[in-house]
Structure formats: structure tokens, C-alpha cells
């Protein structure tokens, strides 16, 4: 049975200028495999991701024909029932650590916070975890970063606290929203690479939401490519070189290549029509 | 070796108390200074408002250099300092009385009131703030918003003799202007041991409750106007400070945890909040130390704003220096006390 169905999703805003449609009509189904979701800026990636979690602020709105999570219709749910749901089933990795966590409370109340208001364990327990948790996302000092405020940590560091954090408590899906975008180069990839191994270990779902398709296609079973709120092509990733849609094949030709002849990159190909 | 010295805690505090130590009395001397060149500049003669207009060519010589008034003006500001550090701060025009001894008289009746209209404005004001800040656009915020605008539009003195009339003089549920009835008001003076010079703690460490309901009776009114008008500026603050953390990355971060509403609001939200209403707090709190001038002549409060304002129109020229400085020295200690919350609230303020 699959995990997670979504069936014509729609996110949209009422604003005073008009209304926003940020996401228009995203269908798809996820088992315990690992999705990404591509597109530019702008496209509706991040909305997809919330809108399962049902976490779009007002004047935000979701609609869907049909959205539910092993079973459990996510559109009918009671507001009680989703916070049931988010942390130990549903989590999700935020794009940058600067200003996903909270300025002005310790890393390790951060980490604890679920195991001691959820769970209910003790201190001593919850500290265990949570150093635990640390410890599984490579961090060496995890003593340390428990007493640390997050201006305190690296960019790197704090994207681990991060993950470290939505896997506490063993969720089955974890949607990772440009898990590494707001990283330094160097870093990205070790984030990456731990973030891949945990994934994989604990055979979680995935959904991974980023603007580069390789980085997509490396990680993922399957690709959603999006542009303007609706998905133009779904392939499985081994398959990426032969997409078909050409803003797909727009956005394999906008990256470059390392050690490729240094030609000026080539401007993303974009037609109004492949939204419609 | 000094690498150790530095890094040694102990060392660090000390130097920080030192360095803030410093810090107070070099704006304590400022102050003194901006008072010192105010009293020089305004067009009252000292030895005439003493000695009156019909005072002899002699007795008016003989009183400057009494009051050191032919010394050059360095040698006068160091001699102002010197004594106001001692807390001399001259004499009464009016009473004859050491300054300090009146504004110990004074300042208590406006501390108190400020400190339960502030408790009043923080109390309700915060929640309110939060309440319109989490339900923008509802009923509720729209509430808030009207009552804080009537906080803000309507004249101080017109709520306070609508108060007194409504809840004095028809329903009598309140007393009226003063600190206490007048038959308690001797009864403070020769009965009660005046340890902080505020009637409420004083008749509390006293045990003498009649007088402490009396009391209260009395604060009440005047404390909820003023409380009134800081809650209006406290929850608009609030409202707006809530709104903007609420939009935050952090919070979705709680909520993808799965915390409850509440908690992403009161422990999340409002941590990052209290940064900057530290700030609102303690600057609300500072202009009613100041006192409010209408407010005390409305209610018949003795407090340091109608007594600054009397000296004013005396021409009693140390009084209203003392109180001046008094009130300069307020907003150094609030300043210094919102600094050190600052820094217990936002660990990225603390170096
Ligand atoms: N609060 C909002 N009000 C109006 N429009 C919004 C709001 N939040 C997001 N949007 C719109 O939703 C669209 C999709 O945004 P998003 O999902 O964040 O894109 P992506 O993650 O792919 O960069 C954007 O074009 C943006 O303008
Ligand atoms: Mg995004």
C-alpha cells in the first residue's frame, strides 16, 4: 500500500493583489521510496511539501481531491489528529538552519522537546536521545552542541542538529525541503551524504524537494519536475537523460559541468503553455 | 599567562562590573552636568528667589558666596557633583528642607502607582497583544484593537474626572483623590513604621489591612487609568512582535514537531518576543516614573510629577533639579535592569 497519495493538490493564496495559485493539481503516490521534487524557484515545491503536513498559514488554502497518509485522509483529519501525525510519521527537514531553529533556546532543549512533551520521558532520558541522535548525525561533540544556541553553530553543523532533530522520533516520512541549498559547497555534501545514509537505514520515505535535478536524480527513485504549481513530468531517475519535456531538458542543459568546456550557460527555455 | 587571566571567569565579571560601574557614573555625571547648565541658563536668580526681591545689596552678596556663586564655574559643577554624590542636593526654596528628604516623600507615591500600573499594562496587555496576534482579523483583535486605540485617543485628564465622577462620586465603590482617607492619613503618618515610604508595603509589613484596603481603594482608580494607557501601548507592541515571530522559520519548525498551539506560541514565540518587549516594558514603565502630571492632579497624588511641576512654578530651582535627576536616574536603572534581561533573554546579545 502506498504511504503517502496525493490526488490534485491545490495551494492557493488570497491576497488583496489577487489570488495566488501556488500549487495547481499535484497528484502522486509514494511507497517507502524516495521522491524528489524539482522545479525553479517559485514553482511550488516548498507549498507541496507543507500542504501534507497541512501546514499553510492563512490566507493559504489547500485543497485536494484526495490526500491521505497510510491510509488516514489527511483533508479530514482534526487539527488534534495532524499534530498526532507531525514529528512521529510525518517530519520534515527545513532549508536553512539560520532561521529554522529557534534563536533563543538551546540546541539540546530544541532536541529534547518532543521526547519530553510527547514522550514523556526524564531528563536523563531524553538527554540520552537526544546525544544519540547527535551522535548518529556525525557530530563528534555532541556535549557540546547541546549547550550551544544555534547562532553558535556552523551552517553544516546546524543542518545536522536539524536532522538529527525530525529523526528523533522515527518518522515514516521525511520530506526534506533544499536540505542543503543555504550550505557552503564544501559542506553540502557531507549534509547529503549523512541525510542519504540515515534514510536509507531506517527504509523512511522521502521527499526530497531541491532546484538540482542531478543532485534529484543522484538521491531519488523517481522525479516530479514542476514549473508554475503543476508537475510537467514524473520519471524515474535513471531515466532523467531521457525526459521528454523540454523544461526538464531546459534544466538538465542549465548546469554546468565540472571539467566541461566553459561555454556561457544556456537561458532556461520557458513556455507559458506547459502550465496549463 | 594572561591568556589564563582573561579566559578565568571571575576576571571577566569583575571587569564587566567595573566597566558598567563606570559606565553609570560617567552618565550620572552627565546628567548632573545637563542640570547643572539647565539652572545656569534659565532666568531665575538663585539668591533672589531665596532671599526674595527686597533683600539689601549686602544680603545679597553675603548669599553668593554662601552658595559658592562667585567661584568660577568648574569649581561650581565639581562642588554640584560632589554633593549630589552624597545626595545633597541642595535646599527646599519653599520648604527650607534638604531636597533629598522631599523627593523620599515624593517619589515613593509615584513609584507605587507606576509599578501597579505597569503590573496592570503587562498583565493585560500581553495577552491581549498575543490574542490579537494569533487571530488577526477576528473579533477578538478587533477588540483589542479598539481599546487600545481609545487608550491612545482619548485625553488623560477627561478619563480620569469621568473615573472619579462614575466610580467615586455616584458609586462610591472607589475613594477618592489622595493616598488614603483623611482620617488614615494620620493614622499612617503616627502608626506605621514608614520603611519603603510606599503606603501599600508599608501597611502589608505592618499588618494594618484596614489601612492597606484603604489604600488600595484610593490606587486603584488612578492605577488602572495608567495601566490603561500602558496596556494599550504594551499590547499594540505585543500584536506586532508576535505577528512578525510568528512568521519565522522556527515556528513551522514547532509545529512540524508536532507541538501544541500553545506552546509554539508561549514558549517558542514568546521567548523571541520578550526581546524586544523588554525593551517596551521598561520604557512604559520609565515615562510613568516620571510622573504623570495629570493623572496626580486629578487623583490628588503627592507624587514626583506634581512635585516637579510645583517647584517649576515656584521658581524652586534645586527642587526641580533634584527631581530632574531623580528622574534621569530612573531611566539609567531601568535602562541598566533592561540591559541585564536583554542579555538573559537573547543569548545573541550576551558576548
Ligand atoms: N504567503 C503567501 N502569499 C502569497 N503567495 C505565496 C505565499 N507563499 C508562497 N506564495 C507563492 O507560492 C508560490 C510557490 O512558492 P514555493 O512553494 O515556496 O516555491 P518553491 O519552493 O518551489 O521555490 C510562489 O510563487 C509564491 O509567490
Ligand atoms: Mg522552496
Given at each position: 500500500m502506498s504511504l503517502l497519495s496525493v490526488k490534485n493538490l491545490r495551494v492557493s493564496f488570497d491576497t488583496e493583489a489577487g489570488l495566488v495559485e501556488a500549487v495547481r493539481g499535484v497528484s502522486f503516490e509514494l511507497g517507502r521510496e524516495r521522491l524528489g521534487i524539482v522545479g525553479e524557484s517559485g514553482s511550488g515545491k516548498t507549498m507541496t511539501g507543507r500542504a501534507v503536513l497541512r501546514l499553510i498559514r492563512p490566507p493559504g488554502r489547500?485543497?485536494?481531491?484526495?490526500?491521505?497518509?497510510?491510509?488516514?485522509?489527511?483533508?479530514?483529519?482534526?487539527?488534534?489528529?495532524?499534530?498526532?501525525l507531525r514529528g512521529p510519521r510525518i517530519a520534515m527537514v527545513m532549508q536553512d538552519p539560520k532561521y529554522s531553529l529557534n534563536p533563543v533556546m538551546k540546541v539540546g532543549a530544541q532536541l529534547m522537546e518532543g521526547l519530553r512533551q510527547r514522550d514523556r520521558l526524564s531528563r536523563m532520558e531524553a538527554h540520552?536521545?537526544?546525544?544519540?541522535?547527535?551522535?548518529?548525525?556525525?557530530?563528534?561533540?555532541?556535549?557540546?552542541?547541546?549547550?550551544?544556541?544555534?547562532?553558535?553553530?556552523?551552517?553544516?553543523?546546524?543542518?545536522?542538529?536539524?536532522?538529527?532533530?525530525?529523526?528523533?522520533?522515527?518518522?515514516?516520512?521525511?520530506?526534506?525541503?533544499?536540505?542543503?541549498?543555504?550550505?557552503?559547497?564544501?559542506?553540502?555534501?557531507?549534509?547529503?551524504?549523512?541525510?542519504?545514509?540515515?534514510?536509507?537505514?531506517?527504509?523512511?520515505?522521502?521527499?526530497?524537494?531541491?532546484?538540482?535535478?542531478?543532485?534529484?536524480a543522484r538521491f531519488c527513485d523517481r522525479v516530479l519536475v514542476m514549473y508554475k504549481g503543476k508537475v510537467v513530468e514524473e520519471l524515474a531517475a535513471q531515466d532523467l537523460m531521457q525526459a521528454k519535456h523540454p523544461y526538464t531538458q531546459g534544466l538538465l542543459n542549465c548546469l554546468p559541468r565540472i571539467g566541461g568546456p566553459r561555454q556561457p550557460l544556456p537561458g532556461l527555455d520557458r513556455n507559458a503553455d506547459w502550465a496549463v | 599567562m594572561s591568556d589564563t587571566l582573561a579566559a578565568s571567569p571571575l576576571t571577566r565579571t569583575v571587569k564587566r562590573l567595573i566597566g558598567v560601574a563606570a559606565s553609570l557614573l560617567f552618565t550620572f555625571i552627565g546628567l548632573l552636568f545637563v542640570t547643572f547648565i539647565i539652572a545656569r541658563i534659565v532666568p531665575i536668580d538663585p539668591v533672589l528667589s531665596i532671599l526674595g526681591?527686597?533683600?539689601?545689596?549686602a544680603q545679597i552678596a553675603a548669599e553668593r558666596l554662601r552658595l559658592g556663586l562667585d567661584e568660577p564655574l568648574w569649581k561650581q559643577f565639581g562642588i554640584y557633583v560632589w554633593q549630589a554624590l552624597q545626595g545633597d542636593f541642595g535646599i527646599s526654596i519653599r520648604t527650607r528642607e534638604p531636597v533629598i528628604a522631599e523627593i523620599a516623600r515624593f517619589f515613593p507615591a509615584t513609584l507605587e502607582l507606576a509599578?501597579?500600573?505597569?503590573?496592570?499594562?503587562?498583565?493585560?496587555?500581553?495577552?491581549?497583544?498575543?490574542?490579537?496576534?494569533?487571530?488577526?482579523?477576528?473579533?477578538?483583535?478587533?477588540?483589542?484593537?479598539?481599546?487600545?486605540?481609545?487608550?491612545?485617543?482619548?485625553?488623560?485628564?477627561?478619563?480620569?474626572?469621568?473615573?472619579?465622577?462614575?466610580?467615586?462620586?455616584?458609586?462610591?465603590?472607589?475613594g477618592g483623590p489622595g493616598r488614603l482617607d483623611a482620617a488614615y492619613d494620620m493614622m499612617f503618618e503616627f502608626e506605621v513604621t514608614q520603611r519603603s515610604g510606599m503606603i501599600l508595603i508599608d501597611t502589608a509589613l505592618a499588618g494594618r489591612w484596614d489601612m492597606f484596603a484603604n489604600a488600595i481603594s484610593h490606587i486603584i482608580l488612578p492605577a488602572g487609568l495608567l495601566g490603561y494607557l500602558s496596556m494599550a501601548y504594551i499590547s499594540r507592541m505585543t500584536r506586532s512582535f508576535m505577528m512578525n515571530e510568528l512568521g519565522q522559520e522556527y515556528i513551522t519548525t514547532a509545529r512540524v514537531k508536532g507541538m501544541p498551539e500553545r506552546r509554539v506560541i508561549w514558549v517558542h514565540a514568546m521567548r523571541n518576543v520578550m526581546v524586544p518587549l523588554i525593551t517596551v516594558v521598561a520604557l512604559s514603565y520609565a515615562s510613568l516614573l516620571e510622573g504623570a502630571v495629570l493623572t496626580e492632579t486629578i487623583f490628588g497624588w503627592p507624587g514626583l510629577?506634581?512635585?516637579?511641576?510645583?517647584?517649576?512654578?515656584?521658581?524652586?530651582?534645586?527642587?526641580?533639579?533634584?527631581?530632574?535627576?531623580?528622574?534621569?536616574?530612573?531611566?539609567?536603572?531601568?535602562?541598566?535592569?533592561?540591559?541585564?534581561?536583554?542579555?538573559?533573554?537573547?543569548?545573541r546579545a550576551r558576548t
Open positions: 489547500i485543497e485536494a481531491d484526495r490526500m491521505a497518509f497510510d491510509g488516514q485522509d489527511l483533508m479530514r483529519a482534526t487539527e488534534r489528529e495532524m499534530r498526532a540520552d536521545k537526544a546525544i544519540a541522535a547527535l551522535e548518529a548525525v556525525q557530530i563528534r561533540d555532541p556535549g557540546r552542541v547541546m549547550e550551544a544556541y544555534p547562532h553558535e553553530l556552523s551552517g553544516g553543523m546546524g543542518q545536522r542538529v536539524m536532522i538529527a532533530m525530525m529523526l528523533i522520533p522515527n518518522p515514516d516520512l521525511l520530506i526534506a525541503d533544499e536540505p542543503t541549498s543555504a550550505l557552503d559547497v564544501t559542506v553540502q555534501a557531507e549534509v547529503l551524504a549523512i541525510l542519504d545514509g540515515l534514510v536509507r537505514n531506517r527504509g523512511m520515505g522521502l521527499i526530497f524537494i531541491s532546484h538540482d535535478l542531478r543532485l534529484v | 526681591d527686597r533683600a539689601t545689596d509599578t501597579l500600573a505597569t503590573i496592570f499594562g503587562v498583565a493585560l496587555g500581553v495577552p491581549a497583544g498575543v490574542l490579537a496576534a494569533t487571530k488577526p482579523g477576528s473579533w477578538a483583535d478587533q477588540i483589542v484593537r479598539l481599546v487600545g486605540l481609545m487608550g491612545y485617543s482619548m485625553p488623560v485628564f477627561w478619563l480620569g474626572l469621568m473615573g472619579l465622577l462614575l466610580f467615586y462620586g455616584v458609586l462610591g465603590w472607589v510629577g506634581s512635585y516637579i511641576t510645583d517647584a517649576l512654578m515656584a521658581n524652586n530651582m534645586p527642587a526641580v533639579m533634584g527631581g530632574t535627576i531623580v528622574v534621569g536616574m530612573v531611566y539609567i536603572g531601568l535602562n541598566l535592569l533592561s540591559d541585564i534581561l536583554y542579555k538573559l533573554v537573547d543569548p
